[in-house]
């Protein structure tokens, strides 16, 4: 998959929820993720979260910390 | 002439008012609602009153003066269609003085009509030619030589019908029908006395005239005066069979009349629970392309896309299909393999092929056309009122007193309930149209909007707000309302939220453009009425925040208190036959029918135990994603029902790129569409004439699909699609659609008392059709939300990363025309393309003239993705600094210069907002070639 479309996919997401949930946003992210993204679009962007951080650089705060959670449980 | 069989009452039945009376007809006690003609009761009561004027489509006229009748204790003859009843009226149908009357009168027309009523087109099926007989009337006292109009004029310029003025007795039936009905106002009455005359517009011929070709006039006409062209050729029908249009989402029915295997007509349905006789060009006549010679009729395999397609039997094709997706099962996993229902096709079709995905297949990576139009509105209305779909009926319209027509083109899309909507506001409704072009609805006769919100592409979620905010911040919500059935939480955030003075229509005028006096007149105007309604289109969905706006709509209606009961409520007008039925079917690859979650265990259980096969837990690849993973190469495999998604999805290149990189593309469809140029194998696809089935409407009215003639391929689009899971081992026993739907219903909480037998005696059913609401629901949420308690979402406006630059100052939005469906599959195979016959860029004077570009002129638009190339059409339709196109003829290439922006939450794709530039182009052949090579250079990579 491509990763830069993914990056901007999770910040799409991000924007809504950072105004909806306010400090639950990279929970309700994540949550988003979990329901709605086929299983190898997660697992490639929580692998490049834990082995190649720097290709996530372009994610929103809201963004990294969502994946954040989402790898927690991945 | 209306369909065969109907028994038209004379004039409408009355308004509403629980109130009956009672009176005598000919001696027989009838009992009807208060306000009813005489005419009609007569009509209930089977005592036929002779008519010529009058028909139960149009308000009563009373000029034939066939329709009189003696009244106890009333003097004269009054007419019985504009005559009321009342309580213990006495009223005779019959009597020697009414015959000699009615006999004048019909001795009168016959003296001024042609009496070759053999030849003529419409005989056994013509009012004047049945009164006639009735009456006995076979000479005229006064004589055929006089002055006459046996050689007035023949209009034949409409494809689809003519006008033959020697044949109409000038009962204005077509004049009233064009304007009571449709509400164009194209017809007229010329001339006074023996010198009337119908004409068109201003005397001008049919198509030339502002005719839209509903054939309103034709249905109500009650001689050949205005006749099908396809009667005139084929003749008479011999018998009819009740259907559900296959075009937009108001799913009209009609009555198909046959002559052997031949369709003569399709006449639009009285009893029609969506359209109440109604229809529009393209149901109504646009029906050819299911027997063009363009169709498909024998499956085709090629080993390569560069290869020539050889003719194959359906044996060696479905064999071939489950081989081939056997071996990318077996060789790359059941996730490398997918695919594509189409809102096309019938719900038991589109239930099949998610079926075969994921209990065949082994895999949810099934997905729907849905997805690049309302998929929006599914995420939008679950998260606030709990149902993923609209709250009305379209009787609601009747009821609202303001209503709101957001992103969405009626006139052009949705032209049946367009006529609708244009009635109520001819009663006095108001309107709000928000828009970045001058839609139609703006401005019409007898029609003005009383705010036009002409905001630019991209900022409706600024719109919703600023609307929101006034109504929060002047005290116009309904919060007793709120309190009862909203989340109180969720509403204090987003009344919070809302209040914040950035969201006021001043601050935001600068997003928008749209003034905030406008905006402040708008929101009063919507929260002061009772009944405030919302219709939206895919000017809404087809966004980056198109699930924001949907979800900003819902909290305006919960906090006016506009949900819940006729004339108010939230409607999405779904753009396609079967949208809303493909997205109930459980095409999403993340949820079953009903919209139910592939993670729930009891939900899932219920669908293993019945299916047989272990179930994925998790969501599958959406379109978009399918496309990505094929470039990641980890997709290898695409069944495509009934969408040509090389044609109508975003940045072409990259669909093209994907569907090249793909093994194995089976392309399921009528015509060799653009898909198929990059498919392997293709399956000739039924046509809804050739089918059965049922279709859901926009307003979740399940109609069915009953089919006039034996499939041209050999196979309804369902029975191939259980040819294909039993080549693959998973065995599929169907012997007719309704045992799909009995599963469905077995399955679907929603669709739990859906069967054919019901749809058969009630003619239709909206769901939620169940236990609890045994006969359908026509609106939903009322008393309480189907999620409980109504919850508010923050819509914070987020600007779309598709902004304007130096490089490409406008921004070009899509939409749609009346006479094209969609990409023009069919519709380009009819008579249609002589209102159009390729997508035309409108463009400001203003941007026109600063480029040099005049009105015909070709232009090249290129955005960050591709370049095209379109005739231009100045306008100040649309705004500066935005142009318009549609994408109905696939030589236009509109969709090379769309881009993959999509929507946050389903990632439906922004096609409503691409930054580009326009530039006149004097060779426009060498742009096509660029354009055409590029394509070629992809198919081959």
Redesign the interface.
């Not at chain 2, 272990?614 to 094929?630: S, T």
């Not at chain 2, 090389?646 to 090249?660: F, G, I, K, R, Y």
């Given at each position: 998959?491509?990763l830069d479309?993914l990056v901007?996919?999770v910040n799409?997401?991000s924007?809504?929820f950072?105004?909806?949930s306010g400090p639950d946003a990279p929970a309700a992210v994540a949550n988003?993720l979990r329901?709605?993204?086929?299983?190898?679009?997660r697992a490639e962007i929580v692998a490049a979260h834990r082995e190649n951080p720097g290709a996530l650089k372009d994610l929103s705060e809201v963004g990294r910390n969502a994946v954040a959670e989402l790898a927690k449980t991945a | 002439m209306f369909a065969k069989g109907y028994h038209d009452l004379g004039t409408p039945a009355a308004t509403v008012t629980g109130r009956v009376v009672t009176l005598e007809i000919d001696g027989t006690s009838v009992t009807v609602p208060d306000g009813t003609s005489v005419m009609r009761a007569a009509a209930v009561a089977s005592r036929d009153i002779p008519k010529l004027c009058a028909t139960d489509s149009l308000k009563a006229f009373g000029s034939c003066r066939l329709c009189l009748v003696e009244i106890d204790g009333r003097r004269g003859f009054p007419a019985s269609c504009t005559t009321l009843v009342a309580e213990g009226m006495k009223v005779r149908t019959e009597s020697p003085k009414l015959t000699e009357l009615r006999r004048n009168v019909m001795e009168l027309y016959v003296s001024d009509h042609p009496l070759d009523c053999v030849t003529c087109p419409a005989n056994g099926q013509c009012e004047l030619q049945d009164m006639a007989e009735r009456l006995d009337i076979t000479s005229t006292r006064y004589g055929l030589a006089g002055s006459n109009h046996h050689h007035g004029e023949l209009d034949k310029s409409n494809p689809y019908f003519q006008f033959d003025q020697s044949l109409c007795i000038v009962c204005s039936r077509c004049v009233r029908a064009c304007d009571e009905v449709q509400g164009t106002f194209a017809l007229t009455i010329h001339g006074r006395g023996f010198d009337s005359q119908v004409v068109a517009s201003a005397h001008e011929s049919f198509v030339d005239s502002e005719c839209v070709s509903c054939g309103q006039c034709v249905e109500t006409c009650p001689t050949g005066a205005l006749v099908e062209k396809s009667v005139i050729r084929i003749g008479a029908a011999e018998r009819a069979t009740k259907t559900t249009c296959a075009y937009c989402g108001v799913g009209c029915s009609f009555e198909v009349e046959m002559k052997g295997d031949q369709v003569v007509r399709m006449a639009p349905d009285r009893n029609g629970h969506a359209n109440h006789g109604h229809a529009c060009v393209k149901g109504r006549f646009a029906f050819g392309y299911a027997t063009h010679r363009d169709r498909v009729l024998k499956p085709m395999v090629r080993a390569t896309i560069s290869d020539p397609w050889r003719e194959v039997s359906w044996e060696e094709a479905i064999d071939r299909t489950a081989r081939e997706f056997k071996r990318l099962r077996d060789k790359y996993g059941a996730?490398a393999i997918g695919g594509i229902t189409s809102s096309r096709c019938t719900n038991e079709e589109t239930f099949l092929v998610q079926k075969l995905v994921r209990a065949a297949f082994g895999t949810?990576?099934v997905d729907t056309c849905a997805r690049v139009c309302h998929s929006p509105t599914g995420y939008g209305l679950k998260s606030t009122i709990g149902e993923s779909a609209g709250t009305q009926a379209f009787d609601s319209v009747e009821k609202a007193d303001a209503i709101i027509v957001v992103g969405a083109n009626p006139t052009e899309a949705h032209p049946v309930f367009a006529s609708r909507l244009k009635q109520r506001l001819r009663q006095g409704a108001r309107l709000i149209v928000i828009d970045p072009r001058t839609i139609g609805l703006v401005r019409s006769p007898h029609i003005a909007a009383d705010v036009h919100l002409q905001l630019r592409p991209g900022t409706n979620v600024a719109v919703i707000n600023a609307l929101a905010h006034v109504v929060v911040t002047e005290g116009l919500t309904r919060d007793d309302y709120v309190r009862d059935r909203c989340e109180a939480d969720s509403y204090a955030k987003w009344k919070k939220?809302i209040a914040e003075p950035r969201n006021s229509p001043e601050a935001t005028a600068s997003i928008t453009g749209v003034p905030a006096a406008l905006v402040r007149g708008a929101a009063r105007l919507y929260a002061s009425v009772p009944n405030g309604a919302i219709y939206y289109g895919l000017g809404v969905t087809e966004h980056?925040?198109g699930?924001?706006m949907v979800m900003g709509i819902a909290n305006l209606a919960m906090a006016t208190g506009n949900l819940g009961r006729e004339g108010v409520g939230v409607s999405p007008l779904r753009g396609q036959n079967n949208v809303q039925g493909s997205c109930d079917m459980g095409s999403f690859?993340?949820e079953f029918s009903g919209y139910r979650?592939v993670?729930d265990d009891a939900v899932r259980g219920a669908f293993e135990a019945k299916w047989g096969v272990g179930l994925k837990a998790?969501?599958?690849?959406?379109i978009p994603?399918m496309f990505?993973?094929a470039?990641?190469g980890?997709f290898k495999g695409l069944y495509v029902q009934g969408e040509d998604i090389a044609q109508s999805d975003p940045n072409t290149h990259h669909v093209t790129e994907a569907l090249s990189a793909m093994e194995c593309v089976v392309v399921q469809d009528l015509f060799l569409n653009e898909t198929a140029r990059y498919a392997h194998i293709f399956l000739p696809g039924s046509s809804f004439l050739e089918k059965d089935g049922t279709f859901t409407n926009a307003e979740r009215r399940i109609g069915r699909v009953r089919k006039v003639m034996e499939p041209r391929t050999g196979f309804q689009d369902w029975e191939v699609t259980v040819l294909i899971a039993n080549a693959l081992g998973y065995p599929m026993r169907y012997r007719h659609p309704s045992e799909i739907m009995d599963e469905i219903a077995s399955l679907t909480p929603t669709f739990a008392g859906v069967t054919y037998e019901k749809l058969d005696r009630l003619g239709s059913v909206q769901w939620p059709c169940n236990d609890k609401a045994p006969e359908g629901t026509p609106t939903m949420h009322v008393g309480t939300f189907v999620r409980g308690k109504g919850r508010f979402?923050?819509?914070?406006y987020?600007p779309t990363?598709e902004h304007t630059t130096a490089e490409y100052p406008l921004l070009l939005t899509t939409g749609r025309i009346l006479s094209q469906y969609n990409v023009g599959a069919q519709t380009r195979r009819t008579d249609n393309v002589i209102w159009a016959s390729e997508d035309l860029l409108e463009i400001h004077p203003h941007d026109a003239d600063v480029r040099g570009i005049k009105d015909g002129d070709w232009v090249g638009i290129t955005s960050r993705v591709g370049s095209t190339v379109l005739r231009a059409e100045v306008t100040d339709r649309i705004q500066m600094g935005v142009v318009y196109t549609t994408f109905h003829f696939p030589e236009s290439g509109a969709n090379v210069v769309t881009t993959?922006n999509?929507?946050?939450?389903?990632?439906c794709p922004e096609y409503k907002v691409t930054a580009v530039e326009a530039i006149r182009v004097v060779h426009p052949d060498e742009w096509r070639a660029r354009h055409e090579s590029s394509l070629r250079h992809t198919t081959t990579a």
């Amino acid at each position: 998959m491509n990763l830069d479309r993914l990056v901007a996919m999770v910040n799409d997401i991000s924007a809504f929820f950072a105004g909806e949930s306010g400090p639950d946003a990279p929970a309700a992210v994540a949550n988003h993720l979990r329901r709605f993204w086929e299983p190898r679009m997660r697992a490639e962007i929580v692998a490049a979260h834990r082995e190649n951080p720097g290709a996530l650089k372009d994610l929103s705060e809201v963004g990294r910390n969502a994946v954040a959670e989402l790898a927690k449980t991945a | 002439m209306f369909a065969k069989g109907y028994h038209d009452l004379g004039t409408p039945a009355a308004t509403v008012t629980g109130r009956v009376v009672t009176l005598e007809i000919d001696g027989t006690s009838v009992t009807v609602p208060d306000g009813t003609s005489v005419m009609r009761a007569a009509a209930v009561a089977s005592r036929d009153i002779p008519k010529l004027c009058a028909t139960d489509s149009l308000k009563a006229f009373g000029s034939c003066r066939l329709c009189l009748v003696e009244i106890d204790g009333r003097r004269g003859f009054p007419a019985s269609c504009t005559t009321l009843v009342a309580e213990g009226m006495k009223v005779r149908t019959e009597s020697p003085k009414l015959t000699e009357l009615r006999r004048n009168v019909m001795e009168l027309y016959v003296s001024d009509h042609p009496l070759d009523c053999v030849t003529c087109p419409a005989n056994g099926q013509c009012e004047l030619q049945d009164m006639a007989e009735r009456l006995d009337i076979t000479s005229t006292r006064y004589g055929l030589a006089g002055s006459n109009h046996h050689h007035g004029e023949l209009d034949k310029s409409n494809p689809y019908f003519q006008f033959d003025q020697s044949l109409c007795i000038v009962c204005s039936r077509c004049v009233r029908a064009c304007d009571e009905v449709q509400g164009t106002f194209a017809l007229t009455i010329h001339g006074r006395g023996f010198d009337s005359q119908v004409v068109a517009s201003a005397h001008e011929s049919f198509v030339d005239s502002e005719c839209v070709s509903c054939g309103q006039c034709v249905e109500t006409c009650p001689t050949g005066a205005l006749v099908e062209k396809s009667v005139i050729r084929i003749g008479a029908a011999e018998r009819a069979t009740k259907t559900t249009c296959a075009y937009c989402g108001v799913g009209c029915s009609f009555e198909v009349e046959m002559k052997g295997d031949q369709v003569v007509r399709m006449a639009p349905d009285r009893n029609g629970h969506a359209n109440h006789g109604h229809a529009c060009v393209k149901g109504r006549f646009a029906f050819g392309y299911a027997t063009h010679r363009d169709r498909v009729l024998k499956p085709m395999v090629r080993a390569t896309i560069s290869d020539p397609w050889r003719e194959v039997s359906w044996e060696e094709a479905i064999d071939r299909t489950a081989r081939e997706f056997k071996r990318l099962r077996d060789k790359y996993g059941a996730d490398a393999i997918g695919g594509i229902t189409s809102s096309r096709c019938t719900n038991e079709e589109t239930f099949l092929v998610q079926k075969l995905v994921r209990a065949a297949f082994g895999t949810n990576n099934v997905d729907t056309c849905a997805r690049v139009c309302h998929s929006p509105t599914g995420y939008g209305l679950k998260s606030t009122i709990g149902e993923s779909a609209g709250t009305q009926a379209f009787d609601s319209v009747e009821k609202a007193d303001a209503i709101i027509v957001v992103g969405a083109n009626p006139t052009e899309a949705h032209p049946v309930f367009a006529s609708r909507l244009k009635q109520r506001l001819r009663q006095g409704a108001r309107l709000i149209v928000i828009d970045p072009r001058t839609i139609g609805l703006v401005r019409s006769p007898h029609i003005a909007a009383d705010v036009h919100l002409q905001l630019r592409p991209g900022t409706n979620v600024a719109v919703i707000n600023a609307l929101a905010h006034v109504v929060v911040t002047e005290g116009l919500t309904r919060d007793d309302y709120v309190r009862d059935r909203c989340e109180a939480d969720s509403y204090a955030k987003w009344k919070k939220f809302i209040a914040e003075p950035r969201n006021s229509p001043e601050a935001t005028a600068s997003i928008t453009g749209v003034p905030a006096a406008l905006v402040r007149g708008a929101a009063r105007l919507y929260a002061s009425v009772p009944n405030g309604a919302i219709y939206y289109g895919l000017g809404v969905t087809e966004h980056s925040q198109g699930t924001t706006m949907v979800m900003g709509i819902a909290n305006l209606a919960m906090a006016t208190g506009n949900l819940g009961r006729e004339g108010v409520g939230v409607s999405p007008l779904r753009g396609q036959n079967n949208v809303q039925g493909s997205c109930d079917m459980g095409s999403f690859p993340h949820e079953f029918s009903g919209y139910r979650h592939v993670s729930d265990d009891a939900v899932r259980g219920a669908f293993e135990a019945k299916w047989g096969v272990g179930l994925k837990a998790e969501p599958g690849l959406r379109i978009p994603n399918m496309f990505d993973a094929a470039l990641d190469g980890t997709f290898k495999g695409l069944y495509v029902q009934g969408e040509d998604i090389a044609q109508s999805d975003p940045n072409t290149h990259h669909v093209t790129e994907a569907l090249s990189a793909m093994e194995c593309v089976v392309v399921q469809d009528l015509f060799l569409n653009e898909t198929a140029r990059y498919a392997h194998i293709f399956l000739p696809g039924s046509s809804f004439l050739e089918k059965d089935g049922t279709f859901t409407n926009a307003e979740r009215r399940i109609g069915r699909v009953r089919k006039v003639m034996e499939p041209r391929t050999g196979f309804q689009d369902w029975e191939v699609t259980v040819l294909i899971a039993n080549a693959l081992g998973y065995p599929m026993r169907y012997r007719h659609p309704s045992e799909i739907m009995d599963e469905i219903a077995s399955l679907t909480p929603t669709f739990a008392g859906v069967t054919y037998e019901k749809l058969d005696r009630l003619g239709s059913v909206q769901w939620p059709c169940n236990d609890k609401a045994p006969e359908g629901t026509p609106t939903m949420h009322v008393g309480t939300f189907v999620r409980g308690k109504g919850r508010f979402f923050v819509t914070e406006y987020v600007p779309t990363t598709e902004h304007t630059t130096a490089e490409y100052p406008l921004l070009l939005t899509t939409g749609r025309i009346l006479s094209q469906y969609n990409v023009g599959a069919q519709t380009r195979r009819t008579d249609n393309v002589i209102w159009a016959s390729e997508d035309l860029l409108e463009i400001h004077p203003h941007d026109a003239d600063v480029r040099g570009i005049k009105d015909g002129d070709w232009v090249g638009i290129t955005s960050r993705v591709g370049s095209t190339v379109l005739r231009a059409e100045v306008t100040d339709r649309i705004q500066m600094g935005v142009v318009y196109t549609t994408f109905h003829f696939p030589e236009s290439g509109a969709n090379v210069v769309t881009t993959e922006n999509s929507d946050w939450a389903t990632n439906c794709p922004e096609y409503k907002v691409t930054a580009v530039e326009a530039i006149r182009v004097v060779h426009p052949d060498e742009w096509r070639a660029r354009h055409e090579s590029s394509l070629r250079h992809t198919t081959t990579a």
